[in-house]
């Protein structure tokens, strides 16, 4: 790796080993590593490496023209700093779906994030539902079941659940796999 003069070379020793089996065999909390500016994915190796030892998966990201060796106009990282991170966050889930990918049901719990009080985490999976939906139905009807104990949240997370599950139940383009799972919770609700 190169060090903040962009030229002389250095050797990080750390414990931890890439590609390690996970030591939990269900989802772990993601946590995405953001260098600064300039900056480079080794910058926070030690924070990494910790949050590895405790369970997280952790994805340390370069930034093009935003590093030590490639250090471009500050503009450069204002625009495409978001897009990297969105774009890792995403490769994260894809892999995390995908079976045989080595992330496979890896990367994907973090209620924490998830249960924001202002609701983002619900918007964000009615969006992602929706759009796996329309490519892949079955994926998409496991993906839904993230919600199924929605009603065992305290206020505001319950109203906040029930009102993003009801959007995805009123789409009339939705498949039968996960009208199936959204009808379900909802009809739970009925019954409770």
């Known amino acids: 790796m190169l060090l903040r003069d962009g030229e002389t070379r250095a050797t990080l020793h750390g414990q931890a080993v ?6 939990s065999a269900g989802p772990c909390p993601l946590v995405i590593l953001s260098h600064g500016y300039p900056g480079n994915r080794f910058l926070m190796s030690h924070l990494g ?10 994805a340390a990201i370069d930034h093009a023209d935003s590093t030590y060796a490639d250090q471009g106009a500050f503009g450069s990282t204002l625009v495409n700093r978001p897009l990297d991170q969105r774009f890792a966050l995403d490769e994260m889930e894809r892999q ?3 079976p045989g990918s080595l992330l496979f049901g890896l990367a994907g719990s973090n209620p ?3 249960h924001r009080a ?3 985490g619900y918007v964000l999976w009615v969006e992602r539902l929706l759009e796996m939906d329309t490519h892949n139905p079955q994926l998409a009807a496991r993906f839904a079941r993230v919600m199924d104990r929605w009603r065992s949240l305290a206020e505001p997370w319950r109203s906040s659940a029930r009102e993003a ?13 996960v009208r199936e799972v959204v009808s379900r ?8």
Request: aromatic share 4%; net charge negative.
């Open 96 to 98: 995390s779906t995908t």
């Open 118 to 120: 202002d609701a983002a």
């Open 49 to 58: 490496e910790n949050l590895a030892g405790k369970g997280y998966v952790v």
């Open 18 to 23: 890439r590609d390690a089996a996970p030591a």
């Open 112 to 114: 924490a994030a998830f």
């Open 185 to 192: 919770a909802l009809a739970d609700e009925a019954g409770s």
């Open 165 to 177: 599950i009801g959007r995805v139940a009123a789409r009339p383009d939705l498949s039968n796999d």
